[in-house]
């Protein structure tokens, strides 16, 4: 069962005496389960309003979307996916921990358990001692951390992101990047990523989905360069979580990770190989090609 | 670990500014009030016209306990009225948030009560529920600060910013969760706000209230039959409580929209 699978999806706006304006058109996109697929284009291409329909927060105007098996509301509904936007979106008016336990808490988990949750996905993303702090007392790479980790807490197949690095520095951008990868290869989830970053595109995914615009519409799909560690999500057969021998710690103990972590060093040397680069101007050439 | 030193950090530099901010209108305060008693003194300003400092200063001791069990009356229907009307404001705004059918119905509803001149108001309920009961100038009080409440929390409440909506979406939270989790929190500051200009406009509200009947036990009837007996001094006497009084409820409502609506600082280092 595929994580999303999209066929024949069209989204119109109608902006009144504009006329209707084609966001999507003939959208057909398969995601695998574990798999990583970028969503790369220029403004306006529909790439975050394709993205949108999938989260349900789109109503597509034609074609059939189907989350994890679901429809898309039903996916929602059951909150199958986790979401990260571009801006962190986090509630100045509760602490880290509390932001990450959002999630849970709307869904009515017992306080203990959401707080042991949440403790464990901040250690995941490397904020574990700035759990009591408020929001604005982090900086922007940080807030965007705990609002990945908001997006992990009810340990979802399939995580959705809409430029969620768009706002910080390369330096940063990096290293969440190695992040991400690392999150994804340990929790096993399907990643569906917005990005308008040629380099990020390819770093990240499997597979990269080329876009273009008027219509809005998919022009390529080019094999990224995601690196992996040694056993990779697939053979390890995870349920999009963590161990849950690590739920009742309020720290992610180093035992719980699998023997085999994907280390910065390798997405790093991905970075500087030769395929990387042949990649990057593959995916430049099929951008270039859909915008003529 | 971190608040005391969040704490220190404010309070240091903060104090000194204040208290420079303070001395000014102090000394203004006592150089007016000297000059005040000068000219009465030495101008012959009748009684009934000015009476002088010293004068209401003495009338102020005099009927000091009076003037206490007054003042206690007079904001007592204040501070009930102001209970009442900040929990129907913040209800009502939440409502409105909540459904357009309320919203329409309500915002036209408090616009035009904010219309309702309260000495229109305070002999029509003091005739409908009688003049041995507190009900009518709580009621006007009520209805003063309903107004302020209601239009600083209803835009509160609409600023949620999209992010916000699409994360509460995305979690499908139910509209009530939305309010409880995003939108009242998110409008705190708003309705902290609303509390603070509606804390003083309830004291007037219930001075003015009593000048049209009713009990004689607040401070409005006092100064009232002080100025009918041309007891001009002791009018001042109840004045000044009267001033001490909205003082009061100002200054409450400003302490209290500052705790509610502390942030934190930025970005510790």
Known sequence: MNAVELTGVGKTFDTGARGPVHALSGIELRVEPGEFVSLIGPSGCGKSTLLRVVADLEQPSCGSVVVGGKSARQARLDQDYGIAFQQAGLLEWRTVVANVELPLHVHGVAKAERRARAAELLALVGLAEFAALRPSQLSGGMQQRVAIARSLATRPKLLLMDEPFGALDEMTRERMQAELLRIADETGAAVLFVTHSIPEAVVLSDRVVVMSPRPGRITDVIDGRRPRSGSGPAGRGVDGALPDSALPDSALPDSALPDSVLADEDVDGVRESAEFFAAVTEVREALRKGSA | MTRPTVATAVAGPRRRPSLDRV???????????????????????????????????????????????????????????????????????????????????????????????????????????????????????????????????????????????????????????????????????????????????????????????????????????????????????????????????????????????????????
């Open chain 2, 23 to 269: 001395w000014p209108p102090v000394a203004f305060g006592i150089l007016a009030l000297v000059l005040w008693e000068l000219v009465v003194t030495f101008s012959g300003v009748p009684a009934f016209l000015l009476p002088a400092p010293s004068a209401i200063a003495a009338q102020v001791v005099a009927a000091f306990p009076t003037i206490l069990a007054t003042a206690a009356v007079t904001g007592g229907n204040a501070l009930v009225g102001l209970v009442v009307g900040f929990v129907m404001g913040v209800g009502l705004a939440l409502l409105a948030a909540r459904s357009r059918i309320v919203s329409e119905l309500a915002t036209p509803l408090v616009s035009a009560a904010a219309a309702v001149p309260i000495v229109a108001l305070a002999p029509v309920f003091t005739t409908m529920f009688g003049s041995t009961t507190e009900v009518p100038r709580r009621l006007v009080v009520s209805v003063v600060v309903v107004v302020p409440v209601f239009v600083s929390t209803a835009r509160g409440l609409a600023q949620v910013t999209p992010v916000h909506h699409d994360l509460m979406t995305a979690l499908a939270a139910t509209p009530g969760q939305f309010a409880r989790f995003v939108r009242l929190p998110g409008a705190v500051p708003y309705i902290m706000t609303g509390l603070r200009l509606a804390a003083p406009a309830s004291v007037i509200a219930a001075i003015v209230a009593e000048y049209f009947g009713g009990l004689q036990n607040g401070l409005g009837s006092r100064i009232t039959s002080a100025a009918a007996n041309t007891a001009y001094a002791r009018a001042w006497a109840f004045v000044v409580a009267s001033i001490i009084l909205g003082l009061l409820f100002y200054l409450a409502g400003l302490l209290a929209e500052r705790i509610v609506t502390r942030t934190p600082t930025r970005r510790e280092p």
